[in-house]
């Protein structure tokens, strides 16, 4: 009876989940301090927060992931303990994470029903079953991926799909989605908010983080923001603005959120003429100079991380010229690159820039041995000192230079590899995707250290997706469309959205 009058006072029945009081505490780290959170059904209540604020610690623990914790969760009205990832979804919540978690030898279909796969009258595997079942939920979403294909043939995008893909196949109450969208290309956002709406239609709660905060405009009901592993507020989103949240977050102004600064450009410091590669890049001539951003803009799978591998050495191309300085070069491999002065900061974080069990002052290290042994010689006083200056300078939040970097935040994890080709002496420095899945705050710090690198006369490539970033922080930009260049502005002035769309839809080509 106490119970019942207990849950008329605080809540409606209708709030499928109610967290209070939620702590959350890591060696060194509170990373939740008795926040609260409510979802009703029927909702899509985005959390927002800079990197580190908390978002992703309290939806493990909804989900079950992390199950130490203190305070009190409410489940449809029952208070409820949480002791697993299992039960939770058994009781109706599922999450889709925001590193994920497919296993790449496996097919589309074995990662969706992993340890649920269907079995037939003698007990084993049911494939038939299985693949008809997986095709029917990717068809669910509009997605044309093969149920049959191995996830280490699948882009980032795809993967995140089928990781959408697994979470419906749930048949949850609560679908959490932690940056569901930082890899999709437009055409899978737009299906994912299709697939949104109509599961909100349903009745269905979703949760959805995200560092794109247009998106939540778009498809947000409710809006709850936490700041350093604190609750702020929670507002209806028709009563809110892009600023007001941003202040909430931040808790200040924010100043510019492109801040240029002009130089005159220098020589030429890479060139490269008619470059191809397999399907996906089919000749490619651009050039980039000192003391200057060039922006390389295009949908997702036009081409410019392909481009750029090759460029690296990172892939074989089929043919075409390097020049670095006006000299014909041979790049066989990273090494080769490396050698010249380039430097690559990759767009799969995860599997290509960092070593997740080790700290992050080895991360940061790792790539700057020569550095550090050059100026100072090997000492870890000097060692610590140079990564403590990176962490600083990129608001990096960890307890300490030691903790592991699997421990930090998603994009706090992105801001160590930023750190770790910083200080590298490298004079071509190549931004793939730099700012994706990292908060506002933290953007304009790499904008500015962009700006830095380019006032020293380096040249500096910045592949993005996002076109306000690509006009507000290039010099010169370059628009690639299906493996191709479409067009090439010199000059960014007065330059549109629009006009750089036309070219990367494939609307309108002329280089
Ligand atoms: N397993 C862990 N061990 C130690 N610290 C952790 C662990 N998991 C999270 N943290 C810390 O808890 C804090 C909150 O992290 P969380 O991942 O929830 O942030 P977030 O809001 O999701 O950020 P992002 O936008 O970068 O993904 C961070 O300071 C993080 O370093
Ligand atoms: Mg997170």
């Given at each position: 009876m106490h119970e019942h009058s207990f849950r008329r006072r605080i809540m409606h029945?209708?709030?499928?989940v109610w967290m209070d009081g939620i702590t959350v505490m890591f060696p060194g780290v509170v990373a939740l301090d008795k926040v609260h959170f409510d979802v009703v059904s029927g909702e899509v209540h985005a959390l927002l927060g800079e990197n580190g604020a908390g978002k992703s610690t309290i939806m493990k623990v909804l989900a079950g992931v992390n199950t130490v914790y203190d305070g009190k969760i409410f489940f449809t009205g029952q208070e409820i303990t949480v002791h697993s990832v299992h039960e939770q979804r058994k009781r109706g919540v599922s999450i889709i994470f925001q590193e994920m978690n497919l296993l790449k030898n496996l097919t589309v279909a074995e990662n969706i029903f992993l340890g649920r796969q269907p079995v037939d009258a003698a007990g084993s595997i049911d494939w038939k079953k299985m693949f008809r079942n997986a095709r029917a939920l990717l068809d669910s979403i509009d997605s044309d991926i093969s149920e049959k294909a191995p996830v280490s043939s699948l882009t980032i995008g795809q993967m995140q799909m089928i990781e959408i893909a697994k979470a419906l196949s749930f048949k949850s109450e609560v679908i959490i989605m932690d940056e569901p969208t930082s890899a999709l290309t437009e055409k899978e956002v737009d299906s994912l908010f299709k697939i949104i709406a109509k599961l909100k239609s349903e009745k269905f709660a979703v949760i959805y983080i995200s560092h794109r905060l247009e998106e939540i405009f778009k498809i947000g009901d409710r809006v709850t923001v936490f700041r350093d592993g604190k609750y702020i507020a929670t507002e209806k989103i028709k009563n809110t603005s892009i600023d007001d949240l941003v202040k909430l977050m931040v808790g200040r102004d924010l100043s510019e959120q492109y801040p240029k600064v002009s130089c005159i450009p220098g020589e030429t410091a890479l060139e490269v003429r008619n470059l191809k590669q397999g399907m996906r890049v089919k000749d490619v001539s651009f050039y980039v100079r000192n003391g200057e951003i060039t922006g390389f803009y295009g949908l997702m799978g036009s081409g410019r991380t392909e481009t750029m591998r090759a460029v690296f050495g990172a892939d074989k191309f089929d043919s075409g010229e390097i020049l670095i300085r006006g000299k014909p070069v041979q790049i066989r491999n990273c090494k080769d690159a490396t050698n010249r002065g380039m430097a690559l900061l990759t767009e799969d974080r995860k599997n290509q820039?960092?070593?997740?069990?080790?700290s992050v002052k080895d991360n940061i290290v790792l790539a700057n041995l020569n550095n550090i042994m050059h100026y100072f010689g090997l000492s870890a006083t000097k060692e610590d000192m140079v990564c403590g200056r990176f962490s600083e300078s990129m608001h990096i939040k960890t307890p300490s230079l030691k903790q592991k970097v699997k421990n930090l935040s998603g994009g706090n994890q992105q801001k160590v590899v930023i750190a770790k080709w910083l200080?590298?002496?490298?004079?071509i420095i190549i931004f793939d995707?730099?700012?994706?899945?990292?908060d506002v705050g933290a953007k304009v710090e790499i904008y500015k250290v962009m700006n830095r690198m380019k006032e020293k006369g380096k040249a500096i490539i910045m592949v993005s997706s996002e076109l306000p970033e690509t006009l507000g922080v290039a010099d010169r930009i370059y628009v690639m469309h299906e493996g191709k260049i479409t067009k090439c502005f010199d000059e960014t002035k007065g330059l549109t959205e629009n006009d750089i769309m036309k070219y990367a839809a494939g609307l309108e080509s002329g280089v």
């Open positions: 029945d209708d709030y499928v820039g960092l070593i997740l069990p080790f200080n590298r002496d490298a004079d995707e730099p700012t994706r899945g990292i």
